[in-house]
């Protein structure tokens, strides 16, 4: 929120954009218009250190005053306070969750195809209540989507469709035996199921399709696994 502070330390001096702006300019050769100005103040652009440097100068004070850490609480409940509309969510944006979908990253199910290319992506919206009607309660941030190419998960997940993934529950400790993780092998990455031994801690790596044999990892080469994420779900991209 430096844009308060920088408001702040203006409106308590009495000085408008267009009398900063010539001040900037006679005194500093540095042109800027009240107009990117009032952009710096109400915080919808962010100054470069220049013009901060500039600007604390003729306010003859440190920059870091700008930063105020003893004021800043203060100056924070102020601002809610005065503009709660500016900062509260809207009921329609709690209602909804969002993923980032890799178009181009194919999960493999058995296919010798890999593709991995994270630079064409976009944004899918979900409706929060459905994902919870259909997976159960989870924390829904930072969800991806991909698409499987393979068969080696049929019946349960069909080549070509999508899968929702969460990428916090990627930590070897927090396997859940028999569910369907994300993994990378050799960089690429696959959907398989995950299965700890309770004693030997050994990992069990297995397909739904029986005709694609299943393999372990042992405790000892755990960190040769790369678990990028655990599959919540699965559907058909229509």
């Known amino acids: 929120m430096f ?72 100056i924070v409940k102020d601002e809610l306070k005065n503009n709660p509309h500016k900062y509260a969510l809207k009921e329609k944006e709690l209602d909804q969750v969002n993923a980032t979908y890799y178009e181009d990253i194919y999960a493999c199910m058995g296919s010798n195809e890999i593709i991995n290319d994270e630079s064409n992506s976009s944004i899918m919206t979900f409706d929060r209540k459905f994902l919870e009607k259909e997976l159960g309660k989870h924390n829904f941030k930072n969800l991806t989507v991909i698409k499987t ?42 959907v398989k199921r995950l299965s700890e031994h309770p004693l030997t801690h050994n990992i069990e790596i297995y397909s739904d399709n029986e005709r694609h044999p299943s393999f372990n990892i042992t405790a000892e080469n755990k960190d040769k696994l790369e678990v990028i994420g655990r599959v919540l779900g699965h559907f058909s991209f229509l």
């Not at 900063?20 to 100054?47: D, F, H, V």
């Not at 013009?51 to 700008?66: F, G, R, T, V």
């Not at 990627?170 to 569910?179: F, K």
């Open 3 to 74: 844009h308060i502070f920088l408001d702040k330390a203006l409106s308590d001096r009495k000085i408008t954009n267009p009398f900063l702006s010539n001040i900037l300019i006679e005194n500093y050769g540095y042109k800027i218009s009240k107009e990117s100005l009032a952009k710096y103040r109400n915080g919808t652009r962010t100054p470069e250190p220049q013009l901060i440097s500039h600007i604390a100068n003729y306010l003859n004070i440190p920059e870091q005053d700008l930063f105020n850490p003893e004021a800043k609480e203060q």
């Open 149 to 190: 190419i393979g068969d080696s998960m049929e019946p349960t997940i069909k080549e070509g469709e999508l899968l929702i993934i969460s990428p916090f529950l990627n930590d070897h400790n927090n396997i859940l035996s028999g569910s369907v993780y994300i993994i990378a092998i050799d960089g690429k990455p696959y």
